[in-house]
Each structure stands twice: as structure tokens, then as C-alpha cells.
Nanobody, 127 residues
């Protein structure tokens, strides 16, 4: 079972940037597809981005395309989410997630597709 810990959240102004990190435990990190989800108050958890085991395939929600970049470093057992041009509507708790499949990623994902989750990190974008 992989364990995940997010970091890097905080308060940023509209138009600013943040980089989230997710540290994973275990020696099989490269076997997992990784993802980022977010949940705003009163809303359902929603897909943000996903990356396949090698980093050769990525997928994004339409709302973040062109602004967010997902990446991973298998040597460090870590994945990242670079968030640029942040908007107040990006305010949410951001969760790192993992699923043990090695296929390319495409489209969007529901939370149930991922079996392992971090505890979340708060991102607040002020207007």
C-alpha cells in the first residue's frame, strides 16, 4: 500500500503561482499512475490532473489546462503540480492520489478510480 503526503499549499494572490508536492512511500512508486484532485467547500471532489507511470502521458481537467502542469520524479518517489495564473475559483483542498495501473492516461477520472490518497493541502487564492 502506497502512502502519500502532500505539501506546498498556502495563500496566494490572484494570478500567482504555487507548486504542490506529493511524497510517496514504498519502492513501487513507478508502478502507479498518479493524480491530483481538489475539493472546494460544499462541492464534490473533482479531477485536476493525472500522469502515467513514466511521465510520458498526462491529462488535465479543462478548467486547468494551460495553467497547471503535472510532473513526477520516480527517483525521488514524488509527483508535483505546478499551478500558474491562479484564480479564486482554484481555492480548494488539493489531494494527491495513486492507482496501480501502468496504462497511458487520457480524459478525466472520477475519485473512485484511485485507491490511495493523501491527507490534502489547502490552496487559497485571494481576489
Amino acid at each position: 500500500q502506497i502512502q502519500l503526503v502532500e505539501s506546498g499549499g498556502g495563500l496566494v494572490q490572484h494570478g500567482g503561482s504555487l507548486r504542490l508536492s506529493c511524497a510517496a512511500s514504498g519502492r513501487t512508486f513507478s508502478s502507479y499512475t498518479m493524480g491530483w484532485f481538489r475539493q472546494a467547500p460544499g462541492k464534490e471532489r473533482e479531477f485536476v490532473a493525472a500522469i502515467n507511470w513514466s511521465g510520458s502521458s498526462t491529462s488535465y481537467a479543462e478548467s486547468v489546462k494551460g495553467r497547471f502542469t503535472i510532473s513526477r520524479d520516480n527517483a525521488k518517489n514524488a509527483q508535483y503540480l505546478q499551478m500558474n495564473s491562479l484564480k479564486p475559483e482554484d481555492t480548494a483542498v488539493y489531494y494527491c492520489a495513486a492507482r496501480r495501473v501502468s496504462t497511458p492516461v487520457s480524459g478525466t477520472y472520477v475519485p473512485a478510480a484511485f485507491g490511495s490518497w493523501g491527507q490534502g493541502t489547502q490552496v487559497t487564492v485571494s481576489s
